[in-house]
Antibody, heavy 117, light 107 residues
């Protein structure tokens, strides 16, 4: 069955960096777009970015993270990544990886990122 | 960005009730709309895609309808396990955007 597991979250100071990973299993990872979506404490869902599979170059970002965050993937390792730089307090959230571009049919359990001094 | 407005933001109903949530898009999104269920402390789960298509394994008491700018999500007979927050999401344009959520509670 499809399984997505995020890791890499934690406490980081404002201006710092963090790299999130998402390990995928149970499906042909390279065939699928993958996305990152976050949820601030007590708030709703915010889509951040998606990346095409199979070695393509299609990537899109939300304005809130463009230029600070970078999505990437390693299809040989069935892994998705989110490099987060210049972190701000408002980036504090649970970060989910999800399968898909238009609708998100499988989600990981999420990893908490806290940006605080 | 396309704004998605859900109403109500919270809803209290009894077991067995028929409940309906609405989602309004700020522009025509055809049927490019999905619905998710999120239980406390859990990741969201896709229930409905393309406005009215039930995801595999989702109980038939859940349904969706609408097109253009107005959409509805219905639970025909509310069950205790349906306590959750429900979100709509459009994919007509980038960025993908979600509604603010509707928190469902049992009376």
């Amino acid at each position: 069955q499809v399984h997505l597991v995020e890791s890499g979250g934690g406490l980081v100071k404002p201006g710092g960096s963090l790299r999130l990973s998402c390990a995928a299993s149970g499906f042909s990872f390279s065939d699928y777009y993958m996305s990152w979506i976050r949820q601030a404490p007590g708030k709703g869902l915010e889509w951040l970015s998606f990346i095409v599979g199979s070695g393509g170059s299609t990537i899109h970002y939300a304005d809130s993270v463009r230029g600070r965050f970078a999505i990437s993937r390693d299809d040989a390792k069935n892994s998705l990544y989110l490099q987060m730089n210049t972190l701000r307090a408002e980036d504090t959230a649970v970060y989910y990886c999800a399968r898909g571009r238009d609708y998100f049919d499988f989600w990981g359990q999420g990893t908490l990122v806290t940006v605080s001094s | 960005d396309i704004q998605m407005t859900q109403s109500p933001s919270s809803l209290s109903a009894s077991v067995g009730d028929r409940v309906t949530i609405t989602c309004q898009a700020s522009q025509d999104i055809s049927n490019f709309l999905n619905w998710y269920q999120q239980k406390p402390g859990k990741a969201p789960k896709l229930l409905i895609y393309d406005a009215s298509n039930l995801e595999t394994g989702v109980p038939s008491r859940f349904s969706g309808s609408g097109s253009g700018t107005e959409f509805t999500f219905t639970i025909t007979s509310l069950q205790p396990e349906d306590i959750a927050t429900y979100y709509c999401q459009q994919y007509d344009d980038l960025p993908r955007t979600f509604g603010g959520g509707t928190k469902m509670e049992i009376e």
